[in-house]
């Protein structure tokens, strides 16, 4: 690339904790007037890249995400899709992994990266780690190597976002992807796995923004209430389970338990099988207490993170398809959120 060869970057601040910065007089934490960045951050006008900048308003704290500002998201990267040549989107962490879920089924037949990130510690901090995750997202987005996908970057890694979860809120490497792996690793180069990034393609950007909020996920627990699990089936509009069980795809072999999911899929709600685990993949005829959930209707989720389920249900029951259609669909890969068998 020469040095005229400049890409174009549309950073979006969403909020999140990389945007704050100490205001000396309160002492309080304020959002970061990314106007200056580049006194902030000067590395950034070495890399060959052109910045642009729009910020939320109001500013959200990831907690508070909803699918309505996934949608609001996907739309921005839309209006502005032929202007640029890759978006980054700064996040708070504690959603990030349910809003790359999200958006990887939402921008279908992406050619463009668009990439999350944050910080553990604000960007004003000594030791913030904001300052290199927003620095190693700018110069994987202003390179010529293409990723066209969602992806999450963070402390050095770039991961595929629908297979990214987050495990610790102690330590910079905040996010982890047991089942598939990094697409790059910043080191003294960054390092591309080429063989794990999809391949680009011509077609057109097309924005999907259904979704349906009639999910619940169950997290199995020895000794959890069945009568608990069935206040949840029985809720007004119900449509779609995600079923947290143990190891690869097994619950208690109890009858009140299959009985209440038998009830619940024979009114048509969509109950999909994850694991607790981080890595691993749901195997339900391995074990006994696996086949009487699948000999009552459960679907598997194969090796799909909670944060990739949740919302892929979300995604396809929001298009109003039928529940036999959607418990089909759900098994196969939208944007490479499970591995093929």
Not at 177 to 194: F, K, Q
Not at 202 to 221: A, D, G, Q, R
Not at 281 to 287: A, H, S, T
Not at 304 to 316: D, H
């Amino acid at each position: 690339m020469s040095k005229t060869d400049k890409k174009n970057i549309l950073v979006i601040y969403t909020g999140g904790t990389i945007g704050m910065i100490h205001d000396e007089e309160s002492g309080t934490l304020k959002p970061f007037n990314f106007g200056r960045l580049s006194a902030v951050v000067p590395e950034l006008k070495k890399l060959p890249c052109r910045i642009d900048f729009h910020s939320f308003d109001p500013l959200i704290d990831s907690s508070d995400m909803q699918p309505s500002l996934w949608t609001k998201m996907a739309r921005q990267i839309e209006v502005n899709y032929h202007k640029y040549d890759a978006f980054i989107i700064l996040h708070g962490t504690d959603t990030m992994a349910y809003t790359a879920s999200a958006l990887s089924y939402m921008l279908q037949n992406l050619n463009k990266p668009v990439i999350l990130t944050g910080s553990q510690l604000p960007i004003g901090e000594i030791r913030t780690d904001a300052r290199t995750n927003l620095i190693t997202a700018v110069e994987i987005a202003s390179s010529n190597v293409v990723i066209p996908e969602v992806c999450i970057c963070f402390d050095n890694k770039l991961f595929r976002g629908n297979r990214t979860e987050k495990y610790t809120s102690l330590h910079f490497d905040a996010f982890q992807s047991i089942n598939y792996p990094p697409l790059a690793e910043a080191g003294t180069e960054i390092i591309y796995n080429h063989e794990y990034i999809r391949e680009v393609n011509n077609n057109t950007l097309k924005v999907v923004s259904h979704f349906c909020e009639e999910v619940f996920v169950i997290k199995l627990f020895p000794g959890l209430s069945m009568a608990a699990i069935k206040c949840v089936v029985e809720l007004p509009g119900i449509k779609g389970i995600i079923l947290e069980t143990y190891g690869s795809g097994n619950a208690p072999k109890d009858l009140r338990l299959l009985n209440i999911l038998k009830e619940a899929i024979k009114k048509d709600i969509v109950v999909v099988n994850v694991s607790q685990c981080s890595g691993g993949v749901v195997q339900m005829e391995k074990y006994e207490n696996g086949m009487v959930l699948k000999q009552a209707g459960v679907v598997s989720g194969k090796d799909m993170t909670t944060e990739a389920a949740t919302t892929k249900l979300m995604f396809l029951l929001g298009s109003e398809a039928p529940a036999a259609e959607v418990k089909v669909s759900v098994q196969y890969s939208i944007a490479g959120e499970l591995s093929s068998e």
